[in-house]
Structures are given as structure tokens and as C-alpha cells.
């Protein structure tokens, strides 16, 4: 496993993941519910922003590899799905709206998994559509974890209407990696 910059980064995301659930089960003694709010979307916020940046690092100073291809977006469903988690544990989204976007996430992956093991990886490479939702994802789970007003800002309200259209755009992405993949299952069935 090659260790670099790209890499670190991404290990760091996940070292993340457990700091951003525990903030929330702190007692109120050790921190505020709004400073677990505040700290807990940042966290969240940061390791967001090591997606981008180890991806564009790797791409940049070409220090891509098999190992970091599979481990970034590993890091990115565990991230997104403990968040989740989080938020239907404090009550800030539906349990219906976790389970279609960790649903999705299983499910392409495992396409993803079969397609390239048919040699057919390339049909359901990602595409805008799965970057336009990551995007609503990575925008709308931190409004929740703040989900308080600031400033006049309702970060509940604008991350409710975000994790929506998250969720639409993960049944459209979903859908769309699938009929590219219709053609191989239904051969292959």
C-alpha cells in the first residue's frame, strides 16, 4: 500500500468517522448540544474537504493506485452513512431518506463490483449526475448536523430541502447506473 499524501488523507477521513458520531453522544457537561452541533459539522465538513483534495492531489501529482481507488470511495460511504445515522438518531431526517441514499450507495457498489469483475467497469463509471448528488450529500448533511439558525441562516430548513433533493438525485443516479447496466445483467442473467 503506498503511502502518500493522497493516501493520508483519505485514512484521515476515516479516523474522522468515530469523531464525528461521537460528538454527538458527549455529555451535555462536556459540550453544549449547540457546540456538538457546530463541532460535529465541521469535522464533517473538513473530511469532506480531504475528499476533494486527496482525489485531485492523487490525480495531480500522479500518485493514483488500485488500493486508493478502492479505499477513497469506501471512505466516502462510511462517512456519509454514519452521518446518517447520526441524524436519524437525533431525529433531523427520516429513517426512509437514510435508507435510500445507504441503500443506493450498497447497491451501485455492488454493481460496480460485478461489472468490473465481467470486465464492463467502464459502463457505469461515475458521471455528473453521481457528482451532482454527492455534492447535495456533502452540502446538506453538515446543515444538519448545525441544524440551527444563524444569522438568519435556518440551516435545518435549507438541509431538510437539501438531504430531499439528495435523495432524489440518488434514486435518478441509481436508476441511470442501472440501465447503463441493463444491457450486461439481462445477457448475463
Known amino acids: 500500500m503506498p503511502m502518500n499524501l493522497p493516501m493520508i488523507l483519505t485514512w484521515v477521513r476515516i479516523v474522522l468517522i468515530p469523531l464525528v458520531v461521537g460528538i454527538y453522544f458527549l455529555p451535555e457537561t462536556i459540550m453544549s448540544i449547540s457546540m456538538q ?3 460535529g459539522a465541521w469535522v464533517f465538513v473538513f473530511a469532506a474537504i480531504t475528499d476533494f483534495v486527496d482525489g485531485y492531489l492523487a490525480r495531480r501529482w500522479n500518485q493514483t493506485s488500485a488500493f486508493g481507488a478502492f479505499l477513497d470511495p469506501v471512505a466516502d460511504k462510511l462517512m456519509v452513512g454514519a452521518a446518517l445515522i447520526v441524524l436519524v438518531d437525533l431525529g433531523r431526517i427520516g429513517p426512509f431518506i437514510a435508507l435510500i441514499i445507504i441503500g443506493r450507495e450498497i447497491t451501485i457498489s455492488a454493481l460496480r463490483e460485478w461489472m468490473a469483475s465481467i470486465g464492463a467497469r467502464n459502463s457505469v463509471a461515475v458521471n455528473w449526475l453521481g457528482k451532482f448528488k454527492t ?3 456533502m452540502v446538506a448533511i453538515p446543515m444538519l448536523l448545525v441544524n440551527e439558525t ?3 441562516i435556518d440551516f435545518h430548513v435549507l438541509g431538510t430541502l437539501g438531504i430531499y433533493v439528495a435523495a432524489v438525485l440518488t434514486v435518478w443516479s ?5 440501465m447503463k ?3 450486461e445483467l439481462r445477457n448475463r442473467s
Open 37 to 39: 452541533n457546530w463541532v
Open 150 to 152: 444563524w444569522m438568519g
Open 174 to 178: 441509481m436508476c441511470y447506473y442501472l
Open 181 to 183: 447496466a441493463w444491457p
Open 135 to 137: 455534492i447535495a450529500q
